[in-house]
């Protein structure tokens, strides 16, 4: 099951989405090591990404992306509007030093240098035109105290409230085979809820969101989304109901190539090349997504360098290779 299904209510200005990945998400563990606490905030990151992914007005990727200087040194999710994922960490500390209840704020390092990068990178973005960019720091400021963020859920709420302006709750849950997410987003009063007055639609979104809290960690992690939307929204039936679109699937797909390997070496110049060449006879890396090995022996960095085309160095460098 790796089902994203989108619903919207009736009675209520409300769009909601619900994801279950399980298969996918065991094709990204099985290519990775990591202790048990960083698979659970990687997984609800990539439950996160696919939520925010499918409501993309435009055909692109979404990149997820936590720095911190705490044991977590970055995080990167990347999902296009396809609902094509892939997921890795790197870490500064080795993995026996995580403890397994470790949480978000600890690892990280929420307290002080935190912070998410929320990239939206159209596929047809013209050369030189920058993505767009949302950053938030992982600390909550809205009260007198500052308090770490904890959370996938709450960093991502705070993310949505910063940039789309729009009242928004989401659920997050992980575990070594599986992922499910519920997002809630409330619609602008106007548009197509008009029929509602501003009371009515200030009513549905509250009986709403006070549905979607019942969810518990176990159903969004057994159950599939048609079930959860019809056990969750039964009694919405009294005000119309709620109407759901067809299930969209979600797969694990890297997107590195051996081209891409090669734009990287350019971009590194042919003296350093050369010098890795001399030392160790040729050229191997592992792209940090899927683990895929890529060697280039002196013969094919000769070749690669032969061309100067940098077909893909005006791209992030977060994509990856
Ligand atoms: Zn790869």
New binding site residues.
Partial sequence: MNELLVFMCDGAPVRGEIVSIGSAWQAVLERRNDPPAIRRILGDFVGAATLLSASLKFDGTLIIQAQSNGPIQLLVVECTSNLSM?ATVKLSVDAEQIASDATLGDLLDASNTGRLVITLDPANREPGQPPYQGIVALQDTAGTVIKPVNSAAEAIALYMQNSEQLDTRIWLSSNETHIGGLLLQRLPDSGGHSHLDPQEAAEGWNRIKTLGETITDEELLTLTPETILRRLFLEESNHNGVRSFPARNIQFA???SRNRVADVLRMLGEEEVEDIIAEQGQVETA??????IYQFDPVDCRQVFKTDLLSDATRPPTS?H
Avoid at 287 to 292: A, H, L, V
């Fill in positions: 892939r890297c997107r590195c792209c940090d997504f899927c683990g895929k990856g």
